[in-house]
């Protein structure tokens, strides 16, 4: 290997640098319209009567309303999510009509001279209201998915543990906050539409334009421009905000785009899902696990989008990185008439993760038996079975990365130096350090990635030009690199020798959607045997594979013989060792996880209760760095926004729609919040991946909550269970355990 291991320069770097990335507002289309939405102010109630000014000149517009669509849903999972309402609104913002005009200032002018008249209906705006009362045995009709994990007797195992500990955890809504706003433009060419925009999934795209308007595979074309960042937030969203812009085109004629600004982007697309976890765990005397009781409740929004496989990966991890002989997970996502919930970065992982990792503390009070042994008592292993029954046989580093952060943190040390420093009352602040230990399936649960049998392909042009072929999107995690790094690798030939073709539904296969760590793992490794089909047939016609650009052109026109190009696609086939029932739930829930500890340093300030954290020092095995900088840099973001999960991100929802919808007073964590990081990357290989490379992408996001909130319990000695934990909070409960005291 001469590229893979090194940080090779940042493929999409130069233009991004020096101003040439265009985004899609950058893109201009000749006779353009721009598009805005007309949006319900109530959060459930039915359209009496929609009011449109006769004093405003209409004729210079466009609109569109639900009767324009000619299949009026987003097709997704389900397809119970209108494009455009027709009669019950479901939730606050939801899209009634659409407006496009000429002048951009002039669309969001006629917003104000449209009236719409409701017949309002009792809404369900948190969980509390949605089920009645939150035990599972009492859930009603509005459950969108349900899982059932079982292994052992929970029971018995109960009737024979010593210690049997209870807890229930809550985490909110959080924002993706990406920095490019959402933004989509559409139009129409010989009966077929092409969509271009800010997005992670063209192939969602295409499938959902194709149900809108009833047209075949080649009639609709999906370009990704360079995009600002998705987190999980421009996975399924587009699909709406494309479909508008394609209804729109399809009736003015013209090209149509709509950018939605900051608070629109806010207050009416997805979030991450606010959950509710409860843990009965029973230990044996000495700290091992016998029991593992959870249910898990989560927030779903007013339509499913994509809350059962967000509920699916919660479910899936809720027991955490340890080996149980008992456990039984009840999960279930309901609706509320809220806005959809959706992806974001660890996709339900994070909430259940900071249950359980919370819930040590909780143990270690109860027993007497301190957080860290628990851990390395209990914590997964070669040759641990998981809640599913899955054999973990390679690449678990689940220990290594304890240790290495427990030793580079002085996590032991810290611990006896604090209680010491904390018993000092003329102190001006607590110190405190906790952590966390966790795991993260790499790629789509279960049978996901068979289901979606992704292709990819490398391409030979007859000029000798060779490409990566992929739908995965770069949306500043550095896919591109990766892909050029790989591929250079396996044919051994250098780096800038490789280029990678646009994300074009037009032009590239369906590589799958661009989630679920699963983009380096899974695309990559088909990349990979891409390129060895690719270096074989090229030996066996040539004898040996071209060293220089000139032969390299020349075996292009020999096996092109006289076509552009000639393509070498490989599609997914799930290794042998994966074994998954979905009825069942039981089996290989993923094909491998990759593992990270998070140890936290903070101090809380004894006037204010502001937390500063001081360091962060993690340790995180994601299989084989193929670019160690840039894995560098997601573990350093990611961790970036779990201390913005743990600390400062707040959503305030009132009447069912988000009421601090700006950057103002939804506070996310700057370069003077964020505190510095030890960052190290522990390499177990994956024998699947190439290179042995896992998922490093959403891993980093599940650690910083839980390990936050165990320092902020020993420096406070306050056990908050609840993200974000606000100064308000920690004031609040340092109150009422004075009053208790």
């Known amino acids: 290997m001469t590229v893979v291991g090194t940080n090779a320069r940042r493929y999409e770097g130069p233009d991004k640098v020096c101003g040439r990335a265009k985004y899609i507002d ?50 997704l999972i389900e397809q119970d999510q209108p494009l455009l309402v027709d009669e019950i609104v479901r939730h606050a913002m939801e899209p009634i009509a659409l407006i496009a005009h000429p002048r951009r200032e002039k669309a969001y002018e006629a917003l104000r001279h449209v009236h719409v008249e409701y017949e309002e209906l009792k809404p369900a705006l948190t969980l509390s209201q949605a089920l009645g009362t939150e035990a599972l045995i009492f859930a009603p009709d509005n459950v969108f998915k349900r899982f059932l994990i079982e292994k052992g007797d929970v029971e018995a195992g109960l009737r024979s543990s010593h210690f049997i500990v209870e807890g229930e955890y809550r985490v909110g809504h959080q924002e993706q906050a990406y920095i490019e706003n959402n933004g989509m433009a559409a139009w129409w060419d010989n009966g077929g539409v092409s969509v271009m925009g800010s997005m992670q999934c063209p192939y969602y795209v295409h499938k959902a334009i194709k149900h809108m308007f009833g047209l075949p595979d080649e009639k609709v074309r999906v370009i990704q421009t360079a995009t600002g960042g998705g987190f999980g937030g421009k996975e399924e969203y587009p699909n709406m905000i494309g479909g508008h812009a394609a209804v729109l085109a399809r009736k003015a004629g013209r090209p149509v785009k709509i950018i939605y600004d900051r608070g629109e982007d806010m207050a009416a697309t997805t979030k991450r899902h606010p959950a509710v976890v409860r843990h009965c765990t029973g230990l044996s005397r000495d700290g091992k696990l016998l029991t593992q009781d959870i249910e898990v409740i989560m927030d779903g929004g007013a339509y499913v989008t994509l809350s059962p496989v967000v509920l699916s990966r919660a479910t899936l991890h809720a027991a955490g990185s340890y080996e149980c002989p008992n456990v039984r997970v009840r999960s279930q996502v309901v609706a509320t008439n809220t806005p959809p919930n959706g992806a974001f970065r660890g996709f339900g992982a994070p909430q259940t993760l900071f249950a359980v990792e919370l819930h040590w503390e ?44 427990v030793k580079r943190g002085g996590y032991e040390r810290k611990r006896k130096e604090y209680e010491r420093f904390n018993r000092d009352p003329k102190k001006k602040c607590w110190k405190g350090i906790g952590l966390a230990l966790v795991h993260h399936g790499a790629g789509f649960t279960g049978s996901g990635e068979a289901h979606l049998a992704s292709r990819a392909a ?58 679920a760590s699963r983009t380096c793992m899974i695309v990559g490794g088909l990349l990979q045997q891409a390129a060895h089909l690719f270096k074989k047939e090229v030996v066996e016609a040539r004898g ?28 997914y086939q799930t290794p042998a060792h994966v074994h998954w029932d979905d009825k069942t739930y039981r089996g290989d829930a993923y ?70 919808a700006q950057l103002t007073n939804y506070i996310i964590p700057t370069s003077l919040d964020t505190p510095p990081m030890d960052v190290v990357i522990i390499e177990r290989p994956y024998s699947e991946g190439p290179f042995g490379a896992k ?37 609040q409960a340092k109150s009422h355990d004075q009053a208790d005291g």
């Not at 072929?469 to 949306?475: D, K, M, V």
């Not at 032969?551 to 020999?558: Q, W």
């Open 362 to 405: 909780k143990i270690a009070q109860a027993t007497g038996i301190d957080s860290l042994t628990l851990r390395r008592r209990n914590a997964f292993r070669e040759g641990s079975i998981t809640a599913t029954g899955q054999h973990l046989r390679q690449s678990v580093g689940a220990l290594e990365t304890l240790e290495c952060c």
């Open 458 to 515: 490398i391409s030979l042009t007859r000029q000798g030009e060779i490409k990566v072929l992929a739908a995965s999107t770069e949306i500043g995690q550095g896919t591109n690199t990766l892909f050029a790094q790989i591929v250079a690798d396996t044919l051994g030939v250098p780096y800038d020798w490789v280029a990678v073709e646009a994300a074009d539904t037009g032009r590239v296969p369906n590589s799958g959607p661009t989630v």
């Open 26 to 75: 950058d893109h201009d289309f000749p006779g353009c319209l721009f598009g805005v939405t007309v949006r319900s102010s109530v959060a459930h109630g039915r359209i009496r009567r929609i009011d449109f000014d006769p004093k405003f000149p209409w004729s210079e517009c466009v609109v569109a309303t639900a009767r324009d669509v000619p299949h009026n849903s987003v097709l």
């Open 591 to 660: 094909g491998v996880y990759s593992y990270a500890t998070v140890v936290a340093d903070l101090e809380i300030d004894k006037t204010t209760f502001e937390v500063r954290v001081r360091k962060i020092t993690t340790a995180q095995d994601i299989g084989k760095a193929i670019n160690p900088l840039l894995a560098e840099g997601q573990i350093a973001g990611g961790t970036a926004q779990g201390v913005g999960y743990a600390l400062y991100e707040n959503v305030v929802m009132k009447g069912g729609v988000m009421a601090n």
């Open 544 to 571: 040996s594979f071209p060293k220089t650009r000139k032969d390299m052109h020349l075996a292009a026109v020999s096996l092109c013989n006289g076509q552009p190009e000639k393509r070498f696609e490989t599609q």
């Open 695 to 731: 998922g490093v992408g959403e891993l980093p996001m599940d650690a910083p909550g839980p390990a936050i909130a165990a320092a902020i319990y020993q420096a406070a000695g306050l056990l908050i269970s609840e993200l974000p934990i606000l100064p308000e909070k920690i004031a």
